[in-house]
């Protein structure tokens, strides 16, 4: 059986992984010339324990019938159409490549960006090395309470000290080290109880070296039905709680940063004249909806913060795949345990099957339960092709793919430069010098 997984990140890895294991020959496809996805241009670069789950995919990559194509895009080198032909089945784990919105007055003023955009600059991605932040401003606002948000604020919140033994690009490191912001506040549109970010995350925004973190306790004051689902049960919200409450009866040091936590408020609009200004913001009370859901409710209670710089982090957003159907108001792949709805012998798993939530592991559980979809159809000879070949198609188009040798090579440079500097690794941030790299390696063979 011969499988095509697209997209090399965990959810890819782990479906990789498991279909090996089933005896399966598998070409994983990339559109970067790097894999590992949000693990490498994800994952914060002072996070090094949530990196360490490509040791993982390293073991999977070593195994028999695995095979690496970088830097090629479905849809632009092969179709869909075209892998139906040459493999038995094609498993999609794309992740949720764009951001959701606000849906706001001013949202695209400069200085208005995506978070994702700020994680993808400092990680070192090629397709966003030629944005320009200006961290110039004394405050920067983080719109969400994801951990995403949390991310973001603790970068900008970082010292040179902190930076330097990770592997952030030097450029960004320089820029956050050198920026004149002193205080950055995180909006919460609705209380404590309910922030999406997880215990650990928050806890480590009361440790950092530059950093003083405030909450107003105020703010933390519980609504009944927030109290009430916080006596059911939510180990995370309580233990949040109790942490916010500890951040919020703490002296500030006089840190040259300040970390403010905000909660029961929502940008209404972002003002400027040719770049952000200022956010205001709705204060918000608290509904108990009739599906048990806690939701925020405006009040007529405004307020302006002046800030140069937003990050909006409200949640990724998953992007439809030509020839593939779409569920636009989820941003998924619409599928039954990852048989893609109406398309025999496709597949999809991570974030594309089921929308932007859970950590790293998540995905292992969920790539599992589309493997098994996929093995049951080939016991039950569902699955078949035509047969042929995507290294002679590719090389036939002249499109230059990178291998997982070519990977190695890329990844045993990166390391060493980073051995030099003191660092995990120095990523390469163009498509060119990563490809020139794999390239060398070609030559010296
Ligand atoms: P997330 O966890 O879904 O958080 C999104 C946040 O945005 C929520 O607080 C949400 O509030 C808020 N929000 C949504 N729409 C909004 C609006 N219109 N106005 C104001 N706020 C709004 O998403 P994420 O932070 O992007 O993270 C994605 C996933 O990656 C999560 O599962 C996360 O845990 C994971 N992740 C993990 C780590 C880690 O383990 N260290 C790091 C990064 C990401 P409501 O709750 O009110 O909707």
Known sequence: ???????????????????LAAGAQVDLLERLPTPWGL??????????????????????????????????EVGRDVTHAELTRLYDAVVYTVGAQTDRRLGIPGEDLPGSWAATEFVAWYNGH????????????PRAAVVGNGNVAIDVARIL??????????????????AIVASTIGEIVMLG????????????????????????????????????????????????????VDILRDFAARTPAGKRKRLVLRFLVSPVRIVGEEKVEAVEIVRNRLVLGDDGRIRAV??????????????????????ALPGLPFDESRGVIPNDRGRVAGLPRVYCAGWI????????????????????????????GALACEGGELGALL???????????????????????????????????SRDELLAQARALESRQ
């Open 189 to 240: 549109r609705r209380g404590p109880a309910q922030a999406a970010f997880t215990p650990p995350e928050l806890k480590e925004l009361g440790e950092l070296g530059g950093a003083d973190v405030i909450v107003d306790p105020a703010e933390l004051e519980l609504d009944p039905a927030s109290a009430a689902a916080l006596e059911a049960d939510r180990a995370r919200a309580r233990r949040n």
């Open 1 to 19: 059986m011969r499988v095509a997984v697209v997209g090399s990140g965990p959810a890819g890895f782990y479906a990789t992984d498991d279909l």
């Open 126 to 137: 090629p397709d966003h090395q030629h944005l320009e932040f200006d961290l110039s401003d």
């Open 157 to 174: 919140a970082r010292t040179e000290a902190e930076l330097a033994p990770t592997d952030i690009t030097e450029r960004s490191s320089a």
């Open 353 to 380: 099957k089921r929308g932007p939530s859970g950590v790293i592991g998540t995905n292992k559980k969920d790539a599992a339960e589309t493997v098994e979809a996929l093995i049951a159809d080939a016991e039950a």
């Open 39 to 72: 693990v490498r241009l994800g994952v914060a670069p002072d996070h090094p324990e949530l990196k360490s789950a490509s040791r993982v995919f390293e073991k999977t990559a070593a195994k028999e019938g695995f095979r690496f194509f970088g830097n090629v």
């Open 298 to 319: 405006p009040t007529d209670t405004f307020e302006t913060i002046p800030c140069g710089l937003v990050l909006r982090s409200v949640g990724y957003q998953g992007v």
């Open 395 to 429: 090389r036939e188009r002249g499109v230059e793919f990178v291998d997982y040798a070519g990977w190695e090579a890329i990844d045993a440079h990166e390391r060493a430069l980073g051995e030099a500097a003191g660092r995990p690794r120095v990523k390469l941030t």
